[in-house]
C-alpha cells in the first residue's frame, strides 16, 4: 500500500499562485509514477499532470499546460505541483495518485493508489 497525503490548497485570487505538495509513504517512492487529478464542484474528476518515475517525462492536460508545473523529489518522498497564473476554473479538489505504470496522459481507469485530495478556490 501507497499511502498520499496532500498539502497546500487554499484560496486564492485569480492571477494567483499555490504550490500543492504530497508526501508518500509505505512503498518505494521512486518505484512509482505520479499524477494529480482534480475534481471542479459538479463535474467529473479529470486528469492535470503526470511525472514517471525519475523525472524524466512529464504530461500536462491541454488546459493547464504552461501555468503548472509538476516535480518530485524521490529524497523526500515528495511530488509538488506548482500552480501559477490561477483561474476560476481551476477551482477543484485536487488528488495526488500513484501507479506504476506511466500512461503519460492516460488514465481512464484513474491510478492505483489515491490521497483524500486539498481543495482550491480561485476567486475572480
Known amino acids: 500500500q501507497v499511502q498520499l497525503v496532500e498539502s497546500g490548497g487554499g484560496s486564492v485570487q485569480a492571477g494567483g499562485s499555490l504550490r500543492l505538495s504530497c508526501v508518500a509513504s509505505g512503498r518505494t517512492f521512486s518505484n512509482y509514477a505520479m499524477g494529480w487529478f482534480r475534481q471542479p464542484p459538479g463535474k467529473e474528476r479529470e486528469f492535470v499532470a503526470a511525472?514517471?518515475?525519475?523525472?524524466?517525462?512529464?504530461d500536462y492536460a491541454d488546459s493547464v499546460k504552461g501555468r503548472f508545473t509538476i516535480s518530485r523529489d524521490n529524497v523526500k518522498n515528495t511530488v509538488y505541483l506548482q500552480m501559477n497564473s490561477l483561474e476560476p476554473d481551476d477551482t477543484a479538489v485536487y488528488y495526488c495518485?500513484?501507479?506504476?505504470?506511466?500512461?503519460?496522459?492516460?488514465?481512464?481507469?484513474?491510478?492505483?493508489?489515491w490521497g483524500k485530495g486539498t481543495l482550491v478556490t480561485v476567486s475572480s
Open positions: 511525472i514517471s518515475h525519475r523525472s524524466g517525462r512529464t
Open positions: 495518485a500513484a501507479d506504476r505504470t506511466y500512461s503519460g496522459r492516460n488514465y481512464p481507469n484513474g491510478m492505483d493508489y
